[in-house]
C-alpha cells in the first residue's frame, strides 16, 4: 500500500510547506500495522540570477526561447545542474535608439555633393546609415541639401570689321537668377563688375560670371573674321 507525509494533506508541497522535519507513514492495515519513516526536510529555494543586457533599436535579443526586440523586464527559468533545482534568470533589458544627427548644405547647380556612398546633384532630403564606434548602434544622418541656381543670361556679339584687326565685342545682357553682385571674367583676363568685353580679334572666347555666393557660370563665343576684300584690276 501506499503512504502519506503527515503533517499535511498527504503530500509534501515544496512550493509551499515549510521546511522540518516530516513523517512518511506507510499501511495501516490490523494485520501488519503502519511503518512511520521521519525525515528532515529542508527546501532549497530557487537560484535567483539577475541580468541586464543593452540592444540597438531594430535588433533581437535571444533569452531562452524568447526573442525580443523591446526594452523590459523578462523571466526565464533552467533547470539548475548544480542542485537539481531551477534556476530563475530575470533579464532588464535596454534598447538604445539610433542617434539622429540632422546636417544641411547648399551646392551650386551642376555641382556633386557627396553624402556617404551618394553623389547627390539635386536638391532634397536624404539619409545614410553609419556604424557607430560610440554605442555600435547605428547612426542616422539626414541630410537637407539646398541647391544655388546659376547666373542665367542673354549675350549679343559682334564680329571684328576688318579681317584682323581687333574690332569684335561680347556683352552679356539680361542677367537674372544667381546671387548679386556678380563678376566678369574674359579667360585669363583681371575680373570686371561689367559683362562687355570690347576689342577682341576673331577666336573662341570664354566668359565666366561668379555669383556671391562662389557658383560660376560659364560661356563660350565663337567670334569670326569677315571675308577677306578683294579687287578685281581687269
Do not use: K
Not at 63 to 86: I, K, M, N, R
Not at 99 to 127: D, H, K, M, V
Amino acid at each position: 500500500p501506499g503512504g502519506f507525509w503527515f503533517p499535511g494533506d498527504g503530500v509534501f508541497h515544496p512550493d509551499t510547506d515549510p521546511p522540518g522535519v516530516y513523517a512518511y507513514v506507510v499501511g495501516d492495515d490490523a494485520l501488519c500495522g503502519a511503518d512511520t519513516a521521519f525525515a528532515n526536510i529542508s527546501v532549497e529555494p530557487a537560484l535567483q540570477t539577475a541580468l541586464s543586457a543593452t540592444i540597438c533599436a531594430g535588433e533581437t535579443y535571444a533569452f531562452g526561447a524568447q526573442q525580443l526586440t523591446s526594452a523590459g523586464v523578462y523571466t526565464d527559468t533552467l533547470a539548475s545542474a548544480l542542485t537539481g533545482c531551477d534556476s530563475v534568470l530575470t533579464l532588464s533589458l535596454t534598447v538604445e535608439p539610433a542617434l539622429q544627427t540632422a546636417l544641411s548644405a547648399t551646392i551650386c547647380a551642376g555641382e556633386t555633393y557627396a553624402f556617404g556612398p551618394q553623389q547627390l546633384t539635386s536638391a532634397g532630403i536624404y539619409t545614410d546609415t553609419l556604424a557607430s564606434t560610440l554605442m555600435g548602434c547605428d547612426s542616422v544622418l539626414t541630410l537637407s541639401l539646398s541647391q544655388w541656381p546659376l547666373i542665367q543670361a542673354e549675350w549679343e556679339t559682334a564680329a571684328p570689321l576688318c579681317p584682323g584687326d581687333s574690332s569684335g565685342w561680347i556683352e552679356l545682357i539680361g542677367l537674372n537668377d544667381g546671387t548679386q553682385p556678380f563678376v566678369f571674367q574674359l579667360q585669363d583676363h583681371p575680373p570686371v563688375t561689367t559683362a562687355l568685353f570690347d576689342q577682341l580679334p576673331a577666336g573662341l572666347w570664354t566668359v565666366s560670371a561668379l555669383d556671391a555666393e562662389g557658383c560660376v557660370a560659364v560661356w563660350t563665343f565663337t567670334l569670326d573674321d569677315p571675308p577677306a576684300w578683294t579687287r578685281d584690276l581687269e
